[in-house]
């Protein structure tokens, strides 16, 4: 349920409506618009009666809502959220970043692909010192050390840094080192003790869509996420699996325009993971762009051949340079 504020209420005249909601049992969501300010009701709203709050002086309106997800509704929220990730770096609300590097997070080499795409224009550098891979057998990642020259790359480059965790018995380690951004990969988009745990957090989350997953379930693990405090919350569409064997994944680019409309949250693409091959990544990087997504993820390494994983979607630094105008150009199309 959703309650509009009239104009002109005052903030002891809003305390006091909240206090009382309070006081059915319900959590209250408030949002202070720039058009508007909204109470979202959260809870069985069934202990409230909608027609007793709507003829409230400092109440304009009363709607049900019918969604699940009440947190990450733009009914609840009407302007977009900005996640504030480092100085200069926002996603969401007009901005626009770029998040490079490689799969996995494999030595030094880390150092020459962040200065490349620091060079080209990315904001971000990715990085998997933690790898969920479908054999035990494959390359888990480097773990602790893998996290360390992630840090060491942020020291050097100023960039800050976007890597997964995929145990919530890691998390103090990634805290510990101040990682920018924690990355939730499509495989443990449900990983509901994972998602509790860095909703404990304030450190933004970039949630990567499930492989077979909705747009809704999506959205519902991002309410886990906010449902425990942490509002910083990038969806992130990287495909899903369908019947199409030509492409590691389909593409869902409606998903781009679909979330805008359903969620205040930022929503970025990774044509990377979405395609699977190097020869179509940049041009699914400029089709998310022209559809309206507020960053990308794509994987840039030094070695395609040599990369201990997804080195057959991986760009060349030389090759992200080349890409780079062109988002540009398409970015200053559609903003």
């Not at 200069?88 to 020459?112: H, K, R, T, W």
């Not at 840039?300 to 780079?324: I, Y």
């Amino acid at each position: 349920m959703i309650a509009v504020i009239k104009q002109g209420t005052s903030k002891e005249q809003i305390d006091k409506l909240i206090d009382w909601i309070r006081g059915k049992g319900l959590e209250v969501n408030y949002s202070q618009g720039s058009q508007e300010t909204i109470l979202g009701l959260i809870g069985d709203t069934t202990s409230i009666d909608a027609e007793l709050l709507d003829s409230m002086d400092i109440v304009e309106s009363v709607t049900r809502v019918s969604e699940p997800f009440k947190l990450a509704n733009r009914k609840f929220h009407p302007d977009d959220t900005v996640v504030h990730v480092a100085d200069g770096v926002d996603v969401g609300g007009g901005s626009f970043q770029v998040i490079a590097g490689p799969c996995s997070v494999e030595g030094d080499n880390l150092f020459a692909i962040a200065d490349a795409v620091k060079a080209a224009g990315a904001t971000m550098l990715r990085g998997g010192a933690y790898k969920p891979r479908t054999s035990p057998y494959s390359n888990q990642g480097m773990g602790e050390r893998g996290l360390d020259l992630l840090v060491e790359a942020r020291e050097r480059t100023g960039l800050p840094i976007v890597t997964e965790i995929m145990d919530p018995r890691d998390l103090p380690l990634f805290l510990e080192r101040g990682i920018d951004v924690l990355q939730i990969g499509a495989r443990n988009m449900q990983n509901f003790p994972l998602l509790r745990e860095v909703g404990k957090t304030q450190t933004p989350v970039l949630l990567k869509r499930g492989m077979a997953a909705t747009i809704d379930e999506l959205l519902m693990a991002a309410e886990y996420v906010m449902s425990e405090g942490n509002p910083n919350v990038i969806l992130c569409e990287r495909g899903i699996r369908t019947f199409e064997t030509r492409t590691r994944n389909t593409f869902d680019l409606n998903a781009v325009p679909v979330l805008h409309y359903l969620t205040h949250l930022p929503v970025i693409a990774d044509p990377s993971h979405a395609t699977g091959y190097t020869r179509y990544v940049g041009q699914m990087a400029l089709a998310a762009t022209a559809a309206g997504a507020d960053g990308l993820e794509i994987e840039v390494h030094d070695n395609p051949p040599k990369a201990w994983s997804d080195g057959g979607q991986a760009l060349l630094p030389s090759m992200f340079s080349e890409l780079m105008p062109e988002v540009r150009a398409i970015r200053e199309v559609v903003a």
